[in-house]
């Protein structure tokens, strides 16, 4: 790879550190290898890659202008720069572990956090990690402010009508609870989320350049005065 990437003409790009080369690292997990994904100077994936873009030029466009508190799960470390950025909103990064650089640790299971309180989330790529998704997803959609706040969401998806449940964390899955299928939606929904799925204007050429694959990210809403099932 390093030998392609000095010798062969360039052609993939990072839009998170301007990394350019032949082709992205592969990325080894311990029971499987996705080929051309990860940047070798960031260790941006495709999906971080997406995000910065999208994050990037929502900022540009000023389309992006939430003011308020944000809660940023699992925060990425080459999108940190831009979210430190936005001069309107309060950004808390928030793990469950310590290992990354965090403002509050928490378990999105249970988030002790008022209801109604919070102007956007951002939570990718994170409720696959945890043992009841439904549990997070109703602690979501509780914390969320009625009507203008939002939550983008986004988790590994396969092609298959329904979600398949391991039932423990799967060590050969980067310790993925279960594999989500076109039901993850229906999750979504039945914690009454108002769900749609992001648009995002990048062209082929941009997506190849960029090693970025086709990855569903969804946007959700809360209705005034909708305080969710159960409660
Ligand atoms: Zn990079």
Known sequence: MIIMNRLLPTKVSCPCCGWEG???????EIGYQ??????????SHPRHRMLFHWLKSALASGV??????????????????????IPGLK??????????????LM?????PLASDCIDFIWCHHV????????????????????????????????????????????????????AYGDDFVDRLAEARFHVKQMAFSLTKAERDSYGIGEEQVFLCTKASNDQGPGV
Request: hydrophobic share 40%; aromatic share 10%; charged share 30%.
């Open 127 to 178: 409720l696959e990690h945890v043992p009841y998704d439904k549990a997070a997803i109703r602690e979501l959609h509780r914390v969320l402010r009625p009507r203008t706040g939002e939550l983008m969401v986004s988790v590994p998806m396969f092609p298959r009508p329904v979600t398949r449940e391991y039932g423990f964390a799967d060590p050969t899955e980067s310790g993925h609870w279960r």
């Open 34 to 43: 996705v080929g051309n994904a990860e940047c070798p100077r960031c260790n």
């Open 22 to 28: 032949r082709v992205f690292a592969d990325y080894i």
């Open 91 to 104: 950004v808390v990064r928030v793990d469950r572990e310590a290992a990354r650089d965090v403002d509050l």
């Open 64 to 85: 992006f202008q939430k003011k308020g508190i944000a809660l940023v799960f699992a925060p990425e470390k080459c999108l940190l720069s831009l979210w430190m950025g």
């Open 107 to 111: 378990d999105i299971q249970h988030l």
